[in-house]
């Protein structure tokens, strides 16, 4: 416990906010400056090994799968939970092993999705609804719960078998703080909070921290903040990793100048300024995630080998030689990531609007993905609904 103090002690120098600045942290010697760029988008095709098709099929319909999320408890397990409907569905290499809705008031049973994650090979819920986090092994079966003494915990990830970490956000848009929680596992209770964003800078921020979670590490994003953090499930650091270095960085003067505006997010978004990520993983190898960068969205990797960046521009598709790989991009949307692996997955009539627009394009990947597909069509009764997944795998150490 006193190690836990002592690490976000640290932590609060770091990344205080002090009055009503905008949060600027102050960047230590070890943290590695990535310069984002989008000077060669064929740089980021050039990562990716491998695009192939997984046939997780839930029905004919696929009804029960509208925003899904995906989790790997091991090599041969994946796991789907539908944020929207609260279905979850278990494959063992790639075959159905169960299948249920898990949203509701009883045993087992959660309100309001908050985030998922993995932990010795136990699947963790978290409802923001109720402050709980329920634990369900591969099997789909109930094991346990945390509840926690915060009932404003947004976001919630087990980092130990004693500890864990919750991101609380302000209640009211524009008037409160953010802040980060430590919370002992078996009583719930809260061990450490720590202030991480003033009000001048939750007037900009409106939605949850980017986190993702890889082979025990966390890791997250504060917008605006141009600083990728990391937590380390073993020794308990929080340390920061990298400083993205963006071009049209947010300035504080403009926030200053808008800070009374009734249309402050907006216009802050409108400007075209840099500094929020979406679509936030980690691989082996790189981070992955979406931001807008002069009014334009990108792909962006993270190269954390060569501490480079790669940006692909999917609002116009500028790598004009690959044509089908171009539009799956633009619309294949990440759920989740594993190893040196992103997932992604799209709908059927996506996917048939974008086979018929580069009918002509000669691309062996195209051409290997649509056979896979045919197959899965033959099997399947598929409709406009049905979710088609891909495993994105790029370039190992």
């Excluded at 539908?82 to 008031?105: A, E, T």
């Excluded at 202030?195 to 590490?217: A, C, D, M, Q, W």
């Excluded at 080998?305 to 690959?322: E, I, L, M, P, V």
Aim: charged residues 25%; negative net charge; hydrophobic residues 35%.
């Amino acid at each position: 416990m006193e190690r836990i103090i002592k690490t976000f002690l640290l932590l609060i120098f770091i990344v205080s906010c002090k009055g009503n600045e905008f949060f600027s942290p102050v960047i230590d010697d070890t943290c590695n400056v990535v310069s984002i760029n989008t000077n060669n988008d064929s740089a980021y095709f050039n990562c990716i090994t491998d695009i192939t098709f997984i046939p997780l099929e839930v029905n004919e319909k696929s009804i029960y799968l509208n925003n899904p999320v995906m989790l790997n408890p091991n090599d041969s397990t994946i796991v789907l939970i539908d944020k929207s409907n609260g279905m979850m569905l278990g494959y063992v290499n790639c075959k159905n092993s169960f299948g249920r809705r898990y949203i509701g008031r009883g045993r087992g049973e959660f309100i309001e999705f908050g985030n998922a994650f993995v932990y010795n090979d136990l699947i963790g819920i978290y409802d923001c609804s109720t402050a709980r986090c329920l634990y369900y092994n591969t099997d789909g079966d109930y094991v346990k719960q945390i509840v926690l003494e915060d009932r404003y915990c947004d976001e919630f990830y087990q980092k130990s078998n004693d500890y864990s970490v919750g991101f609380s956000l302000s209640r009211e848009f524009g008037n409160g703080d953010d802040f980060c929680n430590v919370y002992n596992n078996t009583s719930g209770k809260i061990i450490h909070s720590e202030l991480f964003l003033s009000r001048l800078h939750s007037e900009i921020v409106s939605h949850p921290y980017p986190v993702s979670t890889h082979n025990g590490k966390i890791s997250f994003y504060i917008p605006y903040g141009y600083v990728i953090f990391e937590m380390d499930s073993t020794c308990n650091d929080v340390f920061q990793r990298y400083y993205l270095d963006f071009n049209d960085k947010l300035e504080k003067s403009l926030v200053r100048n808008k800070l009374n505006s009734s249309n402050l997010f907006a216009e802050v978004l409108s400007s075209g300024a840099s500094g929020n990520l979406m679509d936030f993983y980690e691989t082996n190898r790189y981070y992955s995630f979406s931001t807008i960068y002069e009014r334009t969205r990108y792909k962006v990797l993270i190269d954390k080998k060569q501490n480079q960046s790669y940006a692909f521009d999917t609002s116009h598709g500028r790598k004009k030689n690959d044509l089908f790989i171009n539009q799956l991009f633009m619309t294949i949307r990440p759920i989740g990531s594993y190893n040196n692996d992103v997932y992604m997955y799209c709908d059927y009539k996506s996917f048939c609007s974008i086979e018929d627009n580069c009918s002509m394009a000669s691309d062996s990947l195209k051409d290997s993905l649509i056979k896979q597909i045919q197959k899965y069509r033959e099997e399947y009764t598929l409709d406009d609904a049905t979710k088609l997944f891909f495993k994105i795998s790029f370039l190992e150490f």
